[in-house]
């Protein structure tokens, strides 16, 4: 099986900044896309951003310029640095992988448990 950790959640103050890390762990035979999303509060699991395995990113429009997304692949973990938050980005963030386990097999998503970032006024 594989596993999803993440750390680096926390409190902070508006305008502060915060690094998230997910690692995963277990029978890896390609970790291709590492995302993080994120659940406020009564609303909808959004993607934050993501990163391929060659390294293109993506991020929602919301974080654009503030939020940096990388990986290391020796240690299949991918980091969230987060600057210049806001109140607006208090959530759970979410660690999603899309991992195949062997070389004949589909790969699969898989998520952490989640992370809480607060970002106090």
């Known amino acids: 099986q594989v596993q999803l950790v993440e750390s680096g959640g926390g409190l902070v103050q508006s305008g502060g900044s915060l690094r998230l890390s997910c690692t995963a762990s277990g029978r890896i035979y390609r970790n291709n896309v590492m995302g993080w999303y994120r659940q406020a509060p009564g609303k909808q699991r959004e993607l934050v951003a993501d990163i391929t395995l060659g390294g293109s990113t993506s991020y929602a429009d919301s974080v654009k310029g503030r939020f940096t997304i990388s990986r290391d692949n020796a240690k299949n973990t991918a980091y969230l640095q987060m600057d210049s938050l806001k109140p607006d980005d208090t959530a759970v963030y979410y660690c999603?992988?899309?991992?195949?386990?062997?070389?004949?097999?589909?790969?699969?998503?898989?998520w952490g448990e989640g992370t809480l970032v607060t970002v106090s006024s």
């Open positions: 999603k992988a899309d991992i195949r386990q062997w070389w004949y097999e589909s790969s699969v998503d898989y």
